[in-house]
């Protein structure tokens, strides 16, 4: 079986989220593939919208979601009693470093925004979870931009 990223996006054709391997064919379309390990074949392969695309982060929230870029997420600390929604997005949001995923930070108190604070920590009272995602729920990011 290839170990290959995870991405999603939505298909140009109905709008629906595909998720799987992403290729970009040569005239520049972008594809994503499913992958059926039992039978080492690509399954089905459909054209994405190039702006949907976002890759899986390797993590999942407090109910065993993937994370995803491009979502939008719900980080509670119940300790210090604060709650946040942030984007997570690849690379150098909030210039503190340029490497991973981190949180930008959309409403709620000011807090740190590396998003492996969040993940997995249920025992020191701190939860991630996604509530949706940049392009199914705009509304989310409060008339913001996120960059």
Aim: proline share 3%; net charge negative.
């Amino acid at each position: 079986m290839p170990m290959c990223i995870e991405f999603r996006g939505k298909r140009k054709d109905n709008g629906e989220w595909v998720y799987g391997y992403l290729y970009i064919t040569h005239n520049g379309e972008y594809e994503i593939s499913n992958y059926d390990a039992k039978y080492n074949i690509e399954r089905m392969t459909h054209i994405v919208i190039p702006k949907t695309v976002g890759q899986y982060t390797g993590l999942t929230d407090m109910y065993g979601n993937k994370i995803f870029e491009g979502d939008v997420v719900k980080c509670t600390d119940e300790i210090n009693d604060f709650e946040f929604m942030a984007v997570v997005l690849f690379g150098n949001p909030n210039a503190q470093y340029n490497w991973g995923f981190q949180l930008k930070q959309i409403s709620g108190e000011k807090a740190n925004t590396n998003i492996l604070l969040w993940v997995e920590m249920e025992e020191t009272g701190a939860f991630i979870e996604v509530i949706g995602n940049i392009f199914d729920n705009p509304e989310l990011l409060k008339g913001g931009e996120v960059k």
